[in-house]
């Protein structure tokens, strides 16, 4: 049973487009993250929730809209789409207690390609 | 500023040959150092929490430690299965993982 689950796996759209990423997490977390992965492996923060509310936005341009409509759920919604965007995205959650955090699960990766 | 550096950026290794990876981070108050393993096409998988100096972890081959400055992960004995993308990650506050560039491993046959 995957932990962290992220549709689609793969996304190809041209310039100008909008389009979704979903994401979805069975593990009770209450904190979710989204992070982009670069052509060189760099994993960047985006976006931090916890308990559906925006805690951290890494000075994304607001192209990028994340949305959390519950604990379990963290979708990626992009506005006007350029050929910069392309990348992997990656979805991860993990638990809090006391200022510390668990270790991230991370999902399999959305592979955004802009053409 | 946090920031986390990875070394070397890329290592080959013969089966067998034990090596160790270096990760280095600046942060205001470590709350937690993590490694990942991840392979190509797969999200980073996670190895290993280390929280204070003088911690130790280990799993099969590997083994991470941590000092005030910096994290160690060691391989002993690499088989080819080992070979992967080792990532660094510090927790910068309660709500933030900051990653390195991560040391891609080969270990050849």
């Known amino acids: 049973d995957t932990a962290v689950s992220q549709t689609p796996k793969y996304l190809v759209t041209q310039m100008g487009n909008d389009k979704s990423i979903k994401c979805e997490q069975n593990l009770g977390h209450d904190t979710m993250y989204w992070y982009k992965q670069d052509s060189k492996k760099f994993l960047k923060i985006m976006f931090s929730?916890?308990?559906?509310?925006?805690?951290i936005n890494e000075t994304v341009p607001n192209r990028f809209s994340p949305k959390s409509p519950d604990k379990a759920h963290l979708n990626l919604h992009i506005n006007s789409l350029e050929l910069g965007d392309s990348a992997v995205y990656f979805c991860?959650?993990?638990?809090?207690?006391?200022?510390?955090?668990?270790?991230?699960?991370f999902g399999q990766g959305t592979r955004l390609t802009v053409v | 500023e946090d920031q986390v550096t990875q070394s070397p950026e890329a290592l080959r290794l013969q089966e067998g040959e034990s090596s160790s990876l270096n990760c280095s981070y600046t942060v205001s108050g470590l709350r937690g150092l993590f490694w990942y393993r991840q392979d190509p096409g797969k999200g980073p998988e996670f190895l290993f929490t280390l929280y204070s100096a003088g911690e130790e972890k280990e799993k099969e081959r590997l083994k991470a430690t941590l000092t005030k400055k910096e994290s160690f992960l060691h391989i002993t004995a690499p088989k080819p299965e080992d070979s992967a993308t080792y990532l660094c990650?510090?927790?910068?506050?309660?709500?933030?993982?900051?990653f390195g560039t991560g040391t891609r491993l080969k270990v050849l046959a």
């Open positions: 991860a959650s993990s638990q809090g207690w006391d200022g510390m955090n668990t270790e991230a699960f």
């Open positions: 929730y916890n308990n559906k509310e925006l805690i």
């Open positions: 990650a510090v927790q910068a506050g309660t709500y933030k993982y900051i």
